[in-house]
């Protein structure tokens, strides 16, 4: 398998679940802001903070709203990190890796592609941006269940697999990362009473709040959650199960190098992460570090398989 082809499939999985991350974000962060009251901080600005934008965006906005900050996450064509510049990424590199993948999975993130430019200007309102949403979210679930029943097991899918999976590890420790705001000392009357809603809130971006009453049976509270989302190595998208998938996926590829040992570090990091009683500066050092850690497995990941870097 030549190294290029390698790459592309590898920025294929993580631009589509770059894509679905976003669509899943917004739509989940409407539906909160409508179950809370005025005067709870759980603004747009977080979604901003969540994908570490902000000098991006206020490169173009001065204001931050409902109206700019889906604007600029879900249709700026200008910000690599917005929904439609992934999708179009996505489809750029699944163009020119057709004959690796099966026919249906082009046709998949082509016509999700040309939906999006057709209805961008659609996510002005919001009814018409969580239908648009929701059709995206269905697209990109078609997409990965149609390589999991179409595609064989190989090295391409393994690719995918692995580029997948960091970039999900990646999006949970993001949203992690805002739910340290629930941790603050200073955090208003408001916040704490809604406490609940929120953690919730921070189960369901993930699609995870039925797993959660099923494994963990105890009401809905931080160290829970955090718990949880970190360490948990059966749901799909905690940190745990993904660095499980990726070890996995390197493990099974050729020519792998001392990633092994690299992929060993990082599960030994993360189980040890211990969140009873954590403090929100605490929570942060730790998601810091941990996305650096992500981070630095990339860079491995391009040194030893691929021939040239692509920008994220």
């Known amino acids: 398998m030549l190294s290029r082809s390698a790459e592309r499939l590898y920025w294929l999985a993580r631009y589509l679940e770059r894509t679905e991350n976003i669509a899943r974000l917004v739509s989940v962060h409407m539906n909160l802001l409508m179950d809370l009251p005025k005067g ?98 269905k697209g990109c679930q078609r997409f990965t269940g149609l390589l999991s029943g179409y595609m064989s097991h ?21 949203i992690l990362d805002l739910a340290s705001l629930l941790l603050s000392e200073s955090r208003s009357d408001e916040m704490r009473q809604y406490e609940t809603i929120l953690w919730m809130n921070i189960l369901k971006a993930l699609n995870a709040l039925l797993m959660y009453r099923q494994h963990v049976r105890s009401r809905i509270n931080g160290d829970d959650v955090l718990n949880f989302l970190l360490l948990n190595t059966n749901l799909p998208r905690s940190v745990g199960c993904c660095v499980v998938e990726i070890s996995d996926s390197i493990n099974r590829l050729p020519n792998h190098g001392d990633l092994p040992e690299k992929i060993v570090e990082l599960q030994s990091y993360v189980q040890s992460i211990d969140i009873q009683q954590v403090t929100q500066l605490q929570l942060r050092g730790i998601l810091d570090d941990l996305q650096n850690k992500l981070g630095g497995l990339h860079g491995q990941i391009t040194d030893n398989w691929f021939l040239t870097v692509v920008n994220e």
């Open 154 to 174: 190989n090295n391409p899918y393994r690719f995918i697999r692995l580029g997948r999976n960091l970039e999900r590890a990646d999006m949970t420790s993001r």
């Open 40 to 137: 709870v901080e759980m603004g747009w600005q977080q979604l901003i903070r969540i994908n570490s934008a902000d000098e991006a965006f206020h490169e173009k906005y001065n204001t931050i709203n409902e109206r700019n900050v889906t604007r600029f996450l879900l249709a700026d064509a200008n910000y690599g990190g917005s929904l439609f510049s992934s999708l179009s990424m996505a489809r750029e590199n699944i163009r020119t890796s057709r004959d690796l993948l099966p026919d249906e999975a082009w046709e998949q993130v082509n016509e999700m592609y040309l939906y999006a430019k057709t209805n961008l200007d659609a996510i002005t309102n919001r009814h018409s941006r969580s239908l648009f949403l929701n059709e995206i979210l």
